[in-house]
């Protein structure tokens, strides 16, 4: 009996004053910052990259180190993460995507994203229609799936343990990590707030340019144009920190990448383009937009800076020109309908610009055009280049060139 009082006691020393009671406020800052950037690292790197994407093959022993952590820090189980992420990229921006501020409104991912994957985990057709494919061994079955919140549960018993009281603090953060980064940053803001390299279909952007603080999934714009990438960074000012992560594991041979985005290649130029040509445009279609963006973006300063050396007082012209720079990028349909009318003043003001705009809508139709053979597309894509080259626009011109000097 005294044994026990003793041990009772012991317990409950340690839960109201902690193993780490002399932890300072800053060791228990970065205590917590390192723990919940583990969990960000796993989600990010297991649930996301591994699992729902297959863009890398992890060992037993990352795999394994993952799935418990993630049991500890969120709960969550796998194959409800899985399915419902896969349903989001099939489904992305419609009234079937578990989570797109487009259709729900920002609000509520921010507020309600956590109720809103809960609703999803519930439907047992998105379970079984995208969760193949995931983890179905004893562990999962008998321990991650079954007790999913016994381990956040035994988080808050050692966090207490280590911190005493200030722990239930420590835990709080730890819990709301996800939620509040993952759930209603990436999943609200990262398809409503941001900048664009690519024109994807969707809304996504990209948070920031360095995907530090949520390991890399602030570069939403980036992952969904190339969703089996296993590095999410494409420009050289972006920084994925969980592609760090992942290198150093394949080096350890603890993980191996399957695939990354596809980077244009460029040759020598071909006299003429041909089915190669195509094959690498096509591959490379969204890098190939992005590239003539910049030079509709360019041509639209050119103008600008034209109207203000000629002293221009015309407000509405560069007004016009401005919102141009903005917006003549972008594919049609991704144009607010407020701007339209100001955007084609400012095309019909400028030849150039129109011609612009024209050649980027034909050369969009050679991958939008679902019902034309792939010899008449190889056609199409040389009198676009000869056109290109005979239109007195020295960018259109380059461009041209570069595109003949594409290969895969």
Not at 178 to 193: D, E, K, L
Not at 226 to 233: G, I, V
Not at 296 to 311: I, M, N, W
């Amino acid at each position: 009996m005294t044994v026990m009082t003793t041990l009772w006691d012991t317990l409950i020393s340690w839960l109201a004053h902690g193993l780490l009671a002399e932890a300072t406020w800053w060791q228990i800052l970065l205590f917590t910052l390192i723990t919940t950037h583990i969990t960000i690292s796993a989600v990010t790197i297991f649930l996301h990259r591994a699992q729902s994407h297959r863009a890398l093959e992890l060992h037993a022993i990352p795999s394994h180190f993952f799935r418990f952590w993630l049991w500890l820090g969120t709960g969550m189980v796998t194959k409800e993460f899985v399915a419902i992420h896969r349903k989001h990229h099939a489904k992305c921006e419609t009234i079937e995507d578990p989570h797109s501020p487009q259709t729900r409104g920002l609000k509520a991912l921010l507020l309600t994203g956590v109720e809103l994957y809960r609703a999803e985990s519930k439907n047992l057709e998105t379970m079984a229609k995208f969760g193949h494919g995931t983890p179905d061994d004893w562990m999962e079955r008998n321990v991650y799936s079954r007790f999913t919140w016994q381990g956040v549960g035994l988080l808050l018993i050692l966090d207490l343990a280590l911190f005493g009281a200030i722990g239930l603090t420590v835990w709080a953060v730890q819990m709301l990590w996800i939620p509040v980064w993952a759930t209603g940053v990436i999943n609200g803001i990262g398809h409503y707030w941001g900048y664009r390299n690519f024109e994807v279909a969707d809304a996504s952007t990209n948070v920031t340019p360095w995907g530090i603080l949520i390991g890399g999934e602030e570069l939403h714009n980036n992952h969904h144009t190339y969703p089996t990438s296993a590095k999410f960074s494409v420009k050289p000012f972006e920084f994925d920190i969980a592609w760090g992560y992942i290198r150093a594991l394949e080096m350890m041979g603890l993980a191996k990448v399957r695939k990354t985005a596809p980077q244009l290649k460029l040759g020598a130029i071909k006299p003429q383009a041909d089915a190669k040509t195509l094959e690498a445009i096509i591959a490379n279609r969204y890098e190939v937009m992005a590239k003539y963006a910049k030079e509709l973006r360019t041509a639209c300063a050119v103008e600008l800076q034209h109207l203000k050396e000629q002293g221009a007082k015309n407000s509405v012209r560069l007004a016009d020109l401005k919102l141009a720079k903005r917006w003549l990028h972008r594919d049609d349909e991704k144009i607010p309908e407020a701007v339209r009318s100001q955007l084609a003043s400012a095309v019909s003001d400028s030849p150039k610009l129109a011609k612009l705009v024209a050649m980027r809508e034909e050369l969009r139709q050679l991958w939008t055009r679902t019902n034309v053979s792939a010899e008449q597309l190889v056609v199409d894509l040389q009198a676009w280049c000869k056109k290109a080259e005979a239109s007195g626009i020295v960018a259109l011109e380059q461009f041209s060139m570069k595109l003949r000097a594409a290969h895969a």
